[in-house]
């Protein structure tokens, strides 16, 4: 699984995908501030020159935070967002406690799922904290 730095380039698709995932609400300007950041990792994957998902993290040792992490829908299931989160986490180094936090709907079970399955673990709750009341959930790893 191809995993390479995102490239201004690839807003586009970027852009389209968090489009038809519904998930975010990001705008360009956003994501090109992200890419323009020292701290941050902006990353994408590509299948066979098909772009298949993207993942961005702040890495700031102790707090580094996962922002954002999509995949599309027909790649799903067949190990991206894993990878895509593998490498991000290992930029971090637990042996000087360099932690990961993020926040996910408490209704999307199949995100919850997945950071569960990379050590991950549920600390606390943002009641109503999306747009549409829903609570997030917080992790750290």
């Known amino acids: 699984m191809p995993i390479r730095p995102m490239t201004e380039a690839n ?12 998930f ?45 992490i999509a995949v599309a829908p027909e790649f799903q299931r067949k190990g991206i967002a894993s990878a895509l989160l593998r490498h ?14 993020l926040e996910v709907r408490e209704g999307n079970s199949k995100a919850r799922a997945l950071y569960e399955k990379h050590g991950f673990q549920a600390y606390g709750k943002r009641e109503r904290y999306y747009d549409d009341g829903e609570t997030a959930i917080l992790y750290k790893w």
């Open 11 to 22: 807003l586009t698709h970027v852009l389209a995908l968090q489009s038809a995932l519904a």
């Open 24 to 68: 975010q609400n990001w705008n360009e300007k956003q994501f090109l501030s992200e890419l323009r950041a020292n701290y941050a990792l902006c990353l994408v994957n590509e299948e066979n020159g098909v772009f298949a998902g993207y993942a961005i993290f702040h890495l700031m040792e102790a707090d580094s935070e996962l922002l954002t």
């Open 88 to 101: 991000g986490l290992g930029k971090l180094n637990r042996d000087k406690g360099d932690h990961c936090f």
